[in-house]
Structure formats: C-alpha cells, structure tokens
Nanobody, 121 residues
Framework: QVQLVESGGGLVQPGESLRLSCVISRRFDGRDTMGWYRQAPGKRRELVATTTTSGHLNYADSVKGRSTISLDNAKNTVNLQMNSLKPEDTAVYYC???????????????WGQGTQVTVSS
C-alpha cells in the first residue's frame, strides 16, 4: 500500500506564503500524476494543482499565478508553494497520487490524510 504524508500546513495571515510537502512511500514512475486538492468546510473537494512526472502542469484558476507545484525525485516528494494567500484559500489540503496502469482497470488512486491551511488576520 502506497502512503502519502503531508506536512507544512498552518495559520498564516493574508498575503503570506506557505509551502506544503508530501512524501510518497515509493519512487515516482512514469505513469504517476501527483496533485494537491483542497476541501473547505461545507464544500466539495477541488483540484488545486497537478503535475505528471514528465512535467505537465495543471492549476486551478483560483491559484494560477500564485502557486507552484513541483517534484523532488530524490526525496519522493511533491511540493506546493503558495504565495499571496487569501482567506478563501482556507481548507484542508490533500496530497493525491494517481497511477495509470497499462490496463485501466488497475488504475490506482491514493490520498494523504490532509493538512489544515488557515488564512486569517
């Protein structure tokens, strides 16, 4: 079973920055897509950013230009740098790994336990 462990959440003031990290219990492979999602109270979980191991990036419009997702292959880690944080960024942030198998019925998705980010003055 693949494990994902997030860290880096906390309480920050509007306009400040935060860096989230997620350590994966195995090495990345070429069929992985790593991502960050978030869920605010009373709302559905939503995509924040994703990256493939080949460097294809995708960002939600709400964070585009303020956030950067990156992989550290040596540490099996995916990072999310968030700048100019806003109160509406407050949510539990979840790390996600999707592995696309050669046969789609063997596709796998894994989630971390989540880390709280609170943006408030």
């Amino acid at each position: 079973q693949v494990q994902l462990v997030e860290s880096g959440g906390g309480l920050v003031q509007p306009g400040e920055s935060l860096r989230l990290s997620c350590v994966i219990s195995r090495r990345f492979d070429g069929r992985d897509t790593m991502g960050w999602y978030r869920q605010a109270p009373g709302k559905r979980r939503e995509l924040v950013a994703t990256t493939t191991t080949s460097g294809h990036l995708n960002y939600a419009d709400s964070v585009k230009g303020r956030s950067t997702i990156s992989l550290d292959n040596a540490k099996n880690t995916v990072n999310l740098q968030m700048n100019s944080l806003k109160p509406e960024d407050t949510a539990v942030y979840y790390c996600n790994l999707k592995n696309a198998a050669l046969n789609p019925k063997y596709d796998r998705t894994y989630w971390g336990q989540g880390t709280q980010v609170t943006v408030s003055s």
